[in-house]
């Protein structure tokens, strides 16, 4: 599917086992297909006005942590629904910075103690920084659910290691939207279903399937 007639869907929206945001140009059609997909609830937000929900908040079954310039009036609206805090340093698009399940989360390395503090505390989950395929935009380069993740195709061997001793599940490397490196950013998934970029291909479907437990 396409949300917003683009198939980078976890750019714009974000989810966990219960919610899924979308934009508030979200059509009623996309809503409707993310809630069956997905088995959630889905709430149109904006983050500050902008639609790229996804590349600004970082969503697990505990909480959300979202870029520090969204208005107050959006973060009460989510907080009726669930745990959030600002992620407020200079590096605040946290879709972007964090890969996060509900036991794990990698950030970008230059995250400082103080944030780290707060995605422990927001997400209830041990955090380390690190890389994928060389990128510190993790949160892009992975994604991951309780029972695998999947990674940016360059990523090393040493980064793979840290991503498995973290989350303690298997890890193997992938693509989204007819081999998009990003995986993050086609992906939608919880640990009910999941939903990929219009342009994912076959062959990355059953990649997705196989690492993320949905076979």
């Known amino acids: 599917m396409n949300i917003s007639g683009s198939p980078v869907l976890g750019v714009f929206a974000s989810c966990n086992d219960e919610l899924v945001f979308v934009p508030q140009d979200a059509s009623s059609d996309t809503i409707k297909d993310l809630e069956e997909s997905l ?6 937000i904006s983050v500050s006005g902008s639609s790229v929900l996804g590349s600004l908040m970082c969503s697990n079954n505990n909480g959300i ?13 989510i907080r009726k629904n669930i745990k959030a805090a600002r992620l407020t340093e200079e590096l605040n698009a946290a879709g972007n910075l964090i890969l996060a399940n509900d036991t794990g989360a990698l950030v970008h390395p230059d995250l400082s103690n103080k944030s780290i503090k707060m995605i422990e505390k927001t997400l209830g989950v041990e955090v380390k920084r690190g ?5 510190k935009t993790v949160g892009m380069a992975g994604v991951a659910s309780n029972k695998g993740v999947l990674v940016h195709p360059k990523s090393s061997h040493a980064e793979i ?20 490196p990003l995986v993050g950013s086609g992906i939608l998934s919880n640990n009910k279903g999941y939903v990929v970029g219009m342009d994912t291909t076959s062959p990355e479907i059953s990649r997705i399937e196989d690492t993320l437990g949905y076979l």
Do not use: C, H, M, Q
């Open 65 to 77: 942590v979202i870029a520090g310039f969204i208005l107050d009036k959006e973060i009460r609206a």
């Open 131 to 135: 890389t994928l395929g060389g990128l």
């Open 161 to 180: 290691a840290v991503v498995e001793e973290l989350f303690k599940l298997p890890v193997d490397i992938g693509t989204v939207n007819f081999g998009s």
């Open 39 to 44: 088995g959630v609830v889905a709430y149109r």
